[in-house]
């Protein structure tokens, strides 16, 4: 089965940095697409980031551009979330999820997910 | 990229057919998805290239499209359905969510 284990969600201040990591079993990582989406209290999904399988294609939504950076390390089987800069709008249980393995590929969707790690930014 | 617009909440009674759509103005050329999140819970995909079910989701799920609108439907609408469903699709590489609806079954 495909495990998605986030961690170091946490309290940080505004304009602090913080390290989100996503521990991935069950599946050959190496050759999914993995992403990063966040949730903020009460509100709706956003999707935050994409990597490809090999790590070298990142993507990012606007509202983190230039602040969050994507990494992974396939020896290891795991997702980094590099965020900087951070805002009180940044404040969301964070995501991660891998692609699903079916259907045409530029638009398969999120087929698993972990549990999400919180994170909190005062002001 | 363009927005996904989806009705906040949906009410259907146990057995009714449930309609949730998502339009969006490059809905025509691309696929949607749609997730399910019940309250304290990831998101679950249960439709995915605006058709098809991946294994495991019930078939009274089904997903459609007609021109910038795509359309989930769940047809005999049970108490376990109540969740959010939020729709996804692309815009080259950037993934775009709709607003979510909240769907109560009365």
């Known amino acids: 089965d495909v495990q998605l284990l986030e961690s170091g969600g946490g309290l940080v201040q505004s304009g602090g940095s913080l390290r989100l990591s996503c521990a991935a079993s069950g599946f050959t990582f190496s050759s999914y697409v993995m992403f990063w989406v966040r949730q903020a209290p009460g509100k709706g999904l956003e999707w935050v980031s994409t990597i490809s399988a090999s790590g070298v294609n990142t993507f990012y939504s606007d509202s983190v551009k230039g602040r969050f950076t994507v990494s992974r390390d396939n020896s290891n089987n795991s997702l980094s979330l590099q965020m900087n800069s951070l805002r009180a709008e940044d404040t969301a249980k964070y995501y991660c999820?891998?692609?699903?393995?079916?259907?045409?590929?530029?638009?398969?969707?999120?087929?698993?997910w972990g549990q999400g790690t919180l994170v909190t930014v005062s002001p | 990229s363009y927005e996904l617009s989806q009705p906040p909440s949906v009410a259907v009674s146990p057995g009714q057919t449930a309609v949730i759509t998502c339009s969006g103005a490059?809905?025509?050329?691309?696929?949607a998805s749609w997730y399910q999140q019940k309250p304290g819970q990831s998101p679950v995909v249960v439709v995915y290239q605006g058709i098809k079910r991946p294994s495991g989701v019930p078939e009274r799920f089904s997903g459609s499209s007609s021109g910038n609108t795509a359309t989930l439907t769940i047809s005999g609408t049970q108490a376990l359905d109540e969740a959010d469903y939020y729709c996804?699709?692309?815009?080259?590489?950037?993934?775009?969510f709709g607003g979510g609806t909240k769907l109560t079954v009365l």
């Open positions: 996804q699709a692309w815009d080259n590489n950037l993934v775009i």
């Open positions: 999820a891998s692609q699903l393995p079916t259907g045409i590929f530029s638009v398969r969707p999120m087929g698993s």
């Open positions: 490059k809905l025509g050329n691309t696929y």
